[in-house]
């Protein structure tokens, strides 16, 4: 993308910004949490929306001059609805964590409980953890995995912690759990119990919307929040669907303003619009389709080689792999290896991990942003081969650097989306 304004300008913020294009462009980005946007995306993160005060909700505003911006607020919700099946959205969330928060304040009062998955089993740091102010207000209990080498949940442990704890929400969602997850079991167990049903889909929103997994709201989840930069290729920001009550969506809207933000950042908000009008296209499809090809691909590979992967490989867009068992070295140690290869992903905890958070045994990493480069199977299984010879020290990283440029060049991020 062209900066002619902020060169001449700023040419001091220009080249940091320059070398971050020029890294994404070289490199070979694994992190499965990121993407690359359209430039139609970034075209309207650009526009003048960003100069706008829109507090309130369209047609509710406490500003004038509100005839665009409730287009396009409009417009994202539309899509947003259709997309994912839901009677209402809330797409002014800045981001995941927010749209969680939002979502507790909208559903608990303080000191109520939450049952949501282990930390350490693959949740997300706003499901309970420790060092979050959320543990101030609410109580957290936990759910995690029966069986570390197939991933499957231990449901029966699940209900039994739901009819102890009476928690008020049963969270389902992850950030590092690489299976379907069994969402009749969860929905069951909510009721059972009088608790509301909510799924974090921020890691696979993507894949749900492109029907290449199941969608949470055809079990009869009450709720699901969501990052909107991650699988589903939008601008950084978060959103809060609502299955069916009108009575929640009214209060998650309060919750999410005036309860916890100000302002709408209505330039991401347009942004969100068009990254959902491309997730409703077909090709959105195909994309999905491939980035659980290109997994697959990698698992496989692994198979091969023996090496260990939590839950045993992988249904989604990503895969935890045991470092330490597998190759002898920890998580930090790899990360830093595959960085110096121009491999891009991130150290991970792993279930019952022996090792530290700062350096655990696992790394994680997925296909999303390679799928949107056009990378196929053969491609994938080219860089999982290349992971476990750098992983061996069979191959130092400067060698495996070359190959990783070749490979990127051969694939340029499509100028739609550069
Ligand atoms: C990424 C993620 C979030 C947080 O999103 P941010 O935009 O980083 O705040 C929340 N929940 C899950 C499951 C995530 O993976």
Redesign the pocket.
């Known amino acids: 993308m062209e900066f002619p304004f902020l060169e001449k300008e700023d040419p001091e913020l220009f080249a940091a910004i320059a070398g971050e294009e020029k890294r994404q462009a070289e490199g070979l980005e694994l992190i499965p949490?990121e993407n690359y946007v359209s430039r139609a995306v970034k075209e309207a993160m650009a526009s003048s929306l960003t100069n706008k005060y829109s507090e309130g909700y369209p047609g509710k505003r406490y500003y004038g001059g509100q005839e665009f911006t409730d287009q396009v607020e409009t417009l994202a919700i539309l899509r947003a609805k259709k997309l994912f099946g839901a009677a209402y959205a809330n797409v002014q969330p800045l981001?995941?964590?927010?749209?969680?928060i939002a979502m507790y304040m909208a559903l608990l009062s303080p000191g109520d409980t939450v049952l949501g998955m282990d930390l350490s089993h693959g949740?997300?740091?706003?499901?309970g953890h420790p060092v979050t102010y959320l543990t101030k207000i609410f109580n957290f209990v936990r759910y995690g995995m029966k069986n570390i080498e197939t991933g499957e949940i231990d449901y029966d442990d699940m209900r039994r912690a739901a009819k102890e704890a009476r928690p008020k929400i049963i969270l389902a969602?992850?950030?590092a759990y690489p299976r379907e997850l069994d969402y009749g079991a969860f929905v069951d167990i909510a009721r059972e119990v009088g608790a509301i049903s909510v799924m974090?889909i921020?890691?696979i929103a993507g894949l749900i919307a492109g029907k290449a997994a199941k969608n949470p709201f055809d079990f009869g989840f009450d709720l699901m929040?969501t990052?909107t930069?991650?699988t589903l290729r939008g601008p950084?920001?978060?959103m809060i669907l609502t299955r069916e009550s009108e009575e929640i969506a009214k209060r998650v809207d309060k919750a999410v303003f005036p309860g916890l933000q100000g302002g709408p950042h209505m330039h991401q908000i347009a942004a969100k619009a068009v990254a959902f009008g491309e997730a409703l296209h077909p090709s959105f499809v195909r994309y999905a389709k491939q980035i659980v090809a290109n997994t697959k691909a990698m698992e496989r590979v692994f198979k091969e080689e023996g090496v260990r992967m939590i839950a045993g490989g992988s249904d989604n867009h990503l895969i935890l792999l045991d470092a330490w068992t597998s190759f002898g070295i920890g998580g930090a140690e790899a990360e830093s290896l595959l960085d110096r290869a121009g491999i891009t992903l991130n150290k991970n905890m792993i279930a019952n991990d022996t090792r530290k958070p700062i350096d655990p045994s696992g790394i994680r990493f997925g296909t999303p942003a390679l799928t949107t480069r056009g990378f196929r199977e053969a491609e994938s299984a080219q860089i999982a081969h290349l992971m476990c010879e750098v992983l061996a020290k069979k191959k130092d990283a400067t060698t495996a650097k070359e190959e990783v440029k070749t490979l990127a060049l051969a694939h340029p991020i499509p100028e739609s989306f550069a």
């Open positions: 949490s981001g995941g964590a927010n749209a969680n949740g997300h740091l706003t499901h969602g992850f950030s974090d921020a890691h929040t990052t930069h991650k950084r920001g978060g």
